[in-house]
């Protein structure tokens, strides 16, 4: 069975790790500058025949410091790329990544299978019910700068958050089964805590998760600005993730070198202990 329904009743591919190719359709992307937003059918299609499962699709820059845009704007960048897309691909699950209810909303009735909200409120709860599409919930803590003097222990803070977004969900009427979770990698939080939950992964809700630290800042940290190094740091931490077998979708640039990355890993996971 699959973990969770496209309205469009476009199946999601079963079993192991998955795959989310990211596409950005915007200028100031942190991390490709807007390199792809002329060529989304040629570059969608690089990521497929690299073993994409499914495409992430973004109009508005998440990066710290980027610019806010408007609604109209942000669905100006994403109308068109997305209706191509869809027409050109029409098997491939894709995801609108953006915290906009009304943009989500024209998107999924555009023929969007996902919704991937950073921000999570309970307006997006209310579309993705009425959609029933599935929802990836994100811990955001960016306006929470000093929560760890303010509430404790990360990991519990954490812990609290999340539940109150699931059940705010859960109230709103989206379905369980629906629901998929981001730690959110990067969202107002210092390395230190991005490792602590990559640590930890195991631990969190026994829901689907959705893992996104694909050229981050805590692997610039470690690694450098390369962005060569910063995907072999990406694929590192996917081998991690996916032989844990906790992360259920891996959010990557570059989609090639996280395949093999997992196929590997889960190839160890999987061997049978030797027999005498």
């Not at 390395?191 to 893992?211: H, T, V």
Request: a negative charge; one cysteine or more; charged letters at 30%.
């Amino acid at each position: 069975m699959n973990r969770w329904k496209s309205p469009h009743g476009r199946p999601f591919p079963e079993a192991r790790c998955l795959i989310m190719g990211i596409l950005n359709l915007t200028p100031d992307s942190f991390s490709d500058g807007g390199m792809f937003l002329d060529r989304a059918v040629e570059r969608v299609g690089e990521m497929i025949s690299e073993g994409a499962d499914i495409i992430d699709v973004g109009a508005e820059s998440t990066r710290p410091g980027a610019e806010k845009i408007s609604e109209e704007e942000e669905w100006g960048r994403l109308s068109k790329p997305l209706e191509l897309l869809r027409r050109e691909f029409p098997e491939i699950p894709i995801s609108v990544d953006t915290y906009k209810p009304r943009v989500a909303c024209a998107a999924v009735n555009l023929g969007a299978d996902m919704i991937n909200d950073v921000v999570s409120s309970p307006e997006m709860f209310e579309v993705a019910a009425e959609l029933q599409a599935p929802l990836v919930i994100t811990h955001n803590s960016r306006e929470r700068a000093n929560f760890p003097e303010k509430f404790g222990n990360f990991g519990e803070f954490f812990m609290s958050e999340m539940e109150l977004k699931i059940s705010g969900a859960l109230e709103a009427g989206v379905r369980e089964e629906n629901i998929i979770l981001d730690p959110g990698i990067g969202f107002g939080k210092s390395a230190e805590m991005n490792f602590e939950l990559l640590r930890n992964l195991g631990r969190y809700f026994g829901k689907p998760l959705l893992l996104g630290v694909s050229r981050k800042s805590c692997l610039r940290a470690l690694v450098g600005e390369k962005v060569e190094d910063l995907d072999d740091a990406t694929a590192a931490v996917s081998s991690i993730a996916a032989f844990g077998g906790n992360v259920q979708i891996l959010r990557v640039h570059n989609v090639a070198k996280n395949v093999l990355a997992v196929k590997v890993a889960e190839r160890i996971r999987d061997s049978r202990e030797w027999t005498k």
